[in-house]
């Protein structure tokens, strides 16, 4: 429900509007002063301000400038007598929704009324999902603290000030649109449209009109001129998603484009300056489609201005835990279960850094959503998880590499070394995590660590 504030020193006008109001389903509060009216702005949550424009002591004006400083788009409807017109109009150039004069129709009122607080909704909403996108993308809230993520962090933070054109490149699922959104959102441009298109999800002539739109009977179908992609992003960012799928013709009107900062639509002659940054991305090598002409080279050295490389998951296994932990919560609500889940078990912990993870974090981040509704207790375990991946877990303690003469003890011994170095490089050398991967006390795996005599750090 709506709340409506009206404002008026006539206490009878007052009571009447709260009645009208009430009847149309709006909660209604009344100030008999300007100054009131700002003290309930300060504690309600007000939807629109409906004031009188002659008041002793704080006009509507001066009313409706205080308002505008607290909440520039809360929408505030003037009331005014006939001889006040050229007031009212001054009303509406300092931010005024709109004036009604006095007396009015009551559906006249509820029209105004209805209008501004649709307008007003819409503007909540886009507020409230620019700060929850703003919030999700700055680059500090990528989830890693692998020196590989460090370093792509630095990167972002260094190119997103600029207008530099960014390539972005590495295997589907390592989060190439995250980057590129919190490039976007930590520029200057994070107030204009992030538009993104994915370049293989279209065939090529519905890629052409997608991207640089079409005029009006340009082809069977176009009934009306549609804008691109290119003049959505105007004023702030294009994200191309798998260049390297372009055709060799939306390829060369690419690069016209970012030489020039024009385009045309399809079916049109009229050339249409647009002024945006581009942010592409591959999980190709472009470098290696150049070589094999499957690649503009002209356009790769447009594209590759700065180039940042997102490396596999397999190659930041430090992060593992903290995507783990950052998706059990992302996915809490998903439970059927009182039972909150705390983390996964020990055995199944293991199997997380042995698989190679080909889908990435997105690989990753299906299986903890699939374990969170098929895990009954505190902890995911190894049967919570698909077939497929238990099936696939990397073994990296190959029986072939023990030498066949040595005695069991032995053997033993090497295992024992092996299973230690590598909890160590996958905990980055914590020992207290390696610890926990091993199934041992702390203090029991520093013993080992000078019984084997192994290097923190060695990965021998």
């Not at 003290?39 to 004031?51: N, R």
């Not at 581009?278 to 356009?299: H, P, Y």
């Not at 969170?372 to 902890?379: N, R, S, T």
Request: hydrophobic letters at 40%.
């Amino acid at each position: 429900m709506e709340t409506v504030l009206v404002v008026d020193d006539e206490k009878n006008y007052t009571l009447i509007l709260k009645t009208v109001l009430e009847e149309e389903n709006f909660e209604t509060l009344t100030a008999n002063s300007g100054k009131n009216a700002l003290e309930i702005l300060e504690k309600c949550d007000v939807d629109l301000v409906l004031a009188d424009l002659k008041m002793p002591a704080m006009d509507g004006i001066e009313l409706l400038d205080n308002i505008k400083k607290k909440n520039p788009d809360i929408p505030v409807i003037m009331m005014t007598a006939h001889g006040s017109v050229d007031k009212a109009v001054e009303a509406m150039q300092k931010g005024a929704y709109t004036f009604i004069l006095k007396p009015f129709e009551n559906e006249r009122m509820i029209l105004h009324i209805n209008k501004a607080i649709a307008m007003y909704r819409v503007v909540k909403e886009n507020r409230r999902l620019r700060d929850e996108i703003e919030s999700q993308y700055r680059f500090g809230n990528i989830i890693g603290k692998s020196k590989l993520m460090q370093d792509v962090y630095k990167v972002i933070q260094k190119v997103a000030p600029t207008n530099a054109t960014v390539l972005i490149e590495g295997e589907s699922g390592t989060g190439k649109e995250l980057v590129a959104k919190s490039i976007h959102f930590n520029s200057s441009r994070r107030d204009k449209p992030f538009i993104a298109v994915n370049c293989s999800a279209f065939a090529e002539n519905l890629l052409e009109s997608e991207l640089f739109g079409h005029e009006k009977g340009a082809f069977t179908g176009a009934v009306a001129m549609k804008k691109g992609r290119f003049e959505l992003a105007d004023g702030g960012t294009l994200f191309l998603d798998e260049i390297g799928e372009l055709s060799q013709n939306l390829q060369v009107k690419l690069l016209r484009v970012l030489q020039e900062k024009v385009l045309e639509r399809v079916g049109g002659v009229k050339p249409v300056s647009i002024d945006f940054r581009l942010i592409a991305a591959t999980n190709k090598v472009l470098k290696d489609e150049v070589a094999g002409e499957r690649f503009r080279e002209d356009l790769y050295y447009r594209l590759n201005v700065l180039r940042i490389f997102l490396p596999p998951l397999r190659r930041r296994q430090s992060d593992i835990h903290l995507l783990v932990d950052h998706f059990i919560k992302k996915y809490a609500n998903e439970r059927n279960s009182d039972i909150p889940v705390k983390g996964i078990d020990q055995e199944a912990e293991r199997l997380f850094y042995e698989y190679g993870w080909p889908g990435n974090i997105r690989e990753l981040e299906n299986i903890i959503e699939r374990a969170m509704i098929l895990c009954p207790g505190e902890f995911i375990r190894i049967s919570d998880l698909p077939n497929h991946f238990k099936a696939n877990g990397n073994n990296t303690l190959q029986l072939e590499d023990i030498p066949i003469e040595i005695s069991l003890y032995e053997t033993l011994a090497i295992v024992e070394k092996k299973m230690i170095t590598r909890a160590l490089k996958l905990s980055n050398n914590v020992q207290s995590h390696a610890a926990k991967l091993l199934g041992i006390g702390k203090s029991g795996l520093n013993q080992k660590i000078k019984k084997y005599k192994i290097e923190i750090g060695s990965k021998n």
